[in-house]
């Protein structure tokens, strides 16, 4: 496996695929896995354990999870609406858990119909159950801040609640908290004062990743600014699929080939190949049919000459470089 | 007329214009540039002076140069590709003239069918008619360091040429160079190297602009590395227009409605009102007729609550901020 500096989370076949239509069929998530693992992806976010009436789409997230682990070196991650699924998700053996909580209660009471003291007590049972576990069994619990910039009802979401409800995941047995900009509102320097004010409270340890959308077009520039902060896990999507776009070419998630482009010219290992990451679009793609894919890097190519960082990596001493 | 943090230039009407076969009524530019400048734009690139055999979609340059320079506050920005072009600027009274220097030769040639020498001797007639002038009528002349980042036929371009042909435009008679990533081959860490690398080489005052692509998606989050290094010039076109795009759905110029988005979110005041921005849109849309539109921000709108750095400056002391 190559050596890698920022960890490239892809979540297509949760996030893309829950906000489509279509239902892709299982062995095309299969083969979407094999290719991703292959171009060198080494966490993915296969599926959520949400009851197939409301994701019919999502209904084969055990089978999936089942078949993702056989895979060598890879994450599998699956997203979990409460405690009932975070139990089938450790029966089918997930390696990391994350719950959303929604910083804007509105929100929470909109999408998931809880307020925040009962999502939190949702993340003391998980933590429970996973503490039952032998220590081997134990998958990696996160708590994902949803709404962390800013929410569609509530407008501005105070950081100072986004810190307490980040203290108050913690203190619930999560093993970190996540950022996510569901709403599309983040922009450079609030991201950057955001991760600021979570390590102030709770310590760098604590949160390592960000979920950023793409919604305003200012994804990769996001992204930048939490890298240049000092995260190392971003999130993204293969085509931008997903990630609740508000309006027809307004694309919701960040494209995994744009990012991964961007990272390995700026000498920034992802561990991906880029050729093979085109090569998985396209199947994915063909599988989807007539669904948009996202994303510049694909249609434009590769620059003439273009050395990725991950590349560089493997070149022999004596090689030209 | 408000505070600027930031100078946003327009090129749209040219750059913009000139790649697409239409050709917009004289009108219909007049009414763009006036809607723009209602909206708070302090600088446009209204068109180039070429023969009108070439780029018929720019013919009424001149008349465009005199109809914007009545408008006050605002900056009259020209391309010319050699001295008789400047010739005509100089005679319709542009502002500021911008000649391009294609940092790799192969482009230069297949382009303007000059030697990088060639191309300066140029730079030298253009300046010494400048000179010619009195004072009150001289604009400012840059030049343009197009291919910065890397060239189509040639691949990557190295630093220490593109500083040596800066060095060169200065020694011609030029005010000012600018960077343009013409392929959108930058990325974050490529755009501040280059740009120490010249302010090295020539101090501050002689670089403050960049003209970046977002061909490969990366178009603002160069444009933040861009700023955080200390530029404070940025090119941008209404809706993406122009740029050279590669394919169907790779746009090329970067778009002013996000990149004014992002800025205006930093709290980096810009000078222009979105809302305003997002109507010159729809009206250039109108006019352009099926010009596919890039951009994202106007289709998500803007967020719930949002506060504009450029209107937080008017607000009143004793007002809630």
Not at 108 to 117: C, E, I
Not at 213 to 219: A, E, Q, S, V
Request: proline letters at 6%; hydrophobic letters at 45%.
């Amino acid at each position: 496996m190559s050596l890698m500096d920022v960890l490239i989370s892809e979540v297509g076949p949760r996030d893309g695929l829950q906000s489509i239509a279509a239902t892709m069929p299982t062995d095309a998530k299969k083969a979407w896995i094999d290719g991703a693992v292959a171009a060198g992806v080494s966490e993915i976010e296969v599926g959520s354990f949400v009851p197939p009436k409301l994701l019919p789409q999502l209904a084969d997230t055990a089978e999936i999870v089942a078949y993702a682990r056989g895979l060598p070196g890879l994450t599998v991650a699956v997203l979990v609406p409460n405690a009932r699924g975070a139990a089938d998700a450790l029966a089918a053996g997930a390696h990391k858990i994350t719950l959303p909580l929604s910083c804007s209660e509105s929100h929470s009471l909109a999408n998931l119909r809880k307020t925040h003291a009962q999502v939190l007590e949702e993340a003391r049972q998980i933590a429970g159950m996973i503490r039952a576990l032998p220590a081997e069994r134990r998958p990696h619990f996160e708590g994902s801040l949803s709404t962390a910039f800013g929410c569609t009802i509530e407008g501005e979401v105070p950081r100072a609640k986004v810190v307490a409800l980040a203290e108050a995941l913690m203190a619930a047995g999560c093993d970190e908290v996540g950022l996510a900009d569901t709403t599309g509102y983040a922009d450079p320097v609030s991201v950057k004062a955001m991760i600021a004010a979570l390590w102030a409270a709770l310590g760098r340890e604590a949160l390592t990743g960000i979920h950023l959308h793409n919604t305003r077009g200012l994804g990769l520039a996001n992204v930048l600014a939490a890298y240049d902060a000092g995260l190392t896990t971003f999130d993204s999507s293969l085509g931008g699929l997903g990630g609740c776009p508000f309006a027809p070419g307004a694309s919701g998630n960040i494209v995994t080939e744009d990012l991964v482009f961007m990272f390995e010219a700026m000498g920034v290992r992802t561990g991906i190949d880029l050729e093979r990451l085109f090569d998985v679009r396209e199947r994915v793609a063909a599988a989807l049919g007539d669904e948009p894919l996202y994303g510049f890097s694909p249609l434009a190519g590769l620059p003439l000459g273009f050395r990725p960082a991950t590349a560089r990596n493997t070149i022999m001493e004596g090689e030209p470089a």
